[in-house]
């Protein structure tokens, strides 16, 4: 046997036994892709013996996937002016619309805008979706998720209406922005301990004992619509909301390193280049670990090194993993003409 297969060998061996331990976030476990990088707020811009994170290293960046991965000089740049009809829906239902010269009072029977309710509450429509550009930009700058991403992300989970949603038959809530659950706010906070030293900052003295329910009390301030506030929307709380969304989704992109590494034995970086990484990040964020662990290893048995989305496209397999994978695309998709002529 030549040197190249005994290596090929090695490999899906090794990948055979991770596989066996993969349940992967071994908590605590931070040889995350690209380097040795840990990830906190100290590290995030600091280029020195160690390398950048690939979930923060923008390089190499295909001109085709721009239209997601510019970074916008001004939140102006990322005005929209979508019709939403969940988000007027909830307007119309919150008193602060007016929709009592529409037809059914402005609303569907599954509490959606109808037509004349859609056009009635437009013009908020309009200023909500907008309202959070700013912040939306300087989680880029602060954290570092793209801010396109982001944007498109909120409007797919929430269309902008900050509040908690309930499934009583499957006992879940999901609240905020990001329709955020439990489960998914303690993943986030095992792989991203500056999402617990922010919400920390802002809860009562004593909320973060070790004994406290961190995650519980980061989703409620993550609920944040207000009957008495303009537009339904306590801003200020919002503001912060988007912020700990970001360290969300950042959290979700270290454990996706660390998965790659788990599912090749390679670091991230060798594996995937940025915008893959992101994408698999919103699989993780959708489908879970295991959908993307399983696609990384259905994938590197292909190409046997470096993949490209394409190549892990072709490897998904699985209703869940299908939706996570159709999830990324939308998140992905070409809205805005970025970058500007």
Same mark, same amino acid.
């Given at each position: ?6 290596? /090929?060998?090695?490999?899906?061996? !090794?990948?055979?036994?991770?596989? /066996? ?19 906190s707020s100290q590290t ?19 001109? +085709? ?13 990322? #005005?929209?002016? $979508?019709?939403? #009809? ?19 009072? @402005?609303?569907? =029977? ?23 550009? $700013? ?5 880029w700058k602060d954290v ?14 929430? =269309?902008?209406?900050? /509040? ?6 499957? !006992? ?10 439990? #489960? ?9 301990? +500056?999402? !617990? ?15 406290? +329910? ?15 506030? =303009?537009? @339904? ?37 060798l594996v995937v280049d !940025? ?51 159709? #999830? ?14």
């Amino acid at each position: 046997m030549n040197g190249q297969a005994c290596v /090929s060998m090695r490999m899906k061996n !090794y990948r055979v036994l991770i596989k /066996s331990i993969v349940m992967i976030f071994a908590t605590g476990i931070f040889l995350l892709g690209g380097g040795v990088i840990f990830p906190s707020s100290q590290t995030r811009r600091t280029v020195s013996a160690q390398t950048v994170h690939p979930c923060l290293n923008r390089v190499n960046i295909p001109i +085709d996937e721009l239209h997601w991965l510019y970074v916008p000089e001004t939140a102006s740049e990322l #005005y929209t002016e $979508e019709e939403y #009809y969940f988000l007027a829906g909830e307007l119309i239902k919150a008193n602060v619309v007016d929709g009592s010269m529409c037809p059914s009072g @402005g609303l569907m =029977q599954n509490g959606y805008a109808n037509a004349c309710g859609m056009a009635t509450a437009m013009p908020a429509v309009i200023v909500i979706q907008n309202m959070f550009n $700013e912040p939306i930009l300087q989680a880029w700058k602060d954290v570092g998720v793209p801010p396109v991403l982001l944007k498109q992300m909120i409007q797919i989970e929430s =269309q902008f209406w900050p /509040s908690l949603t309930t499934f009583e038959e499957a !006992y879940l809530e999901e609240y905020g922005f990001g329709r955020m659950t439990i #489960y998914g706010m303690q993943n986030a906070l095992e792989w991203n301990r +500056d999402l !617990y030293t922010k919400a920390c900052m802002n809860l009562p003295p004593g909320a973060c004992a070790p004994d406290s +329910d961190i995650a519980f009390q980061i989703l409620v301030s993550m609920v944040n619509t207000c009957e008495t506030c =303009q537009y @339904g929307i306590d801003i200020e709380s919002a503001t912060r909301s988007v912020d700990y969304l970001a360290e969300v989704l950042l959290a979700h992109c270290y454990q996706t390193a660390q998965l790659i590494f788990n599912a090749t034995g390679w670091y991230s970086s060798l594996v995937v280049d !940025y915008a893959t990484i992101w994408k698999l990040t919103m699989m993780d964020y959708t489908s879970g670990p295991t959908c993307v662990f399983d696609t990384v290893v259905n994938t590197f048995d292909v190409t046997e090194g470096p993949m490209n989305w394409s190549d892990i496209s072709a490897n998904v397999n699985g209703d869940n993993c299908t939706r996570g994978l159709e #999830y990324a695309n939308r998140v992905t998709a070409r809205y805005f003409d970025f970058p500007p002529d």
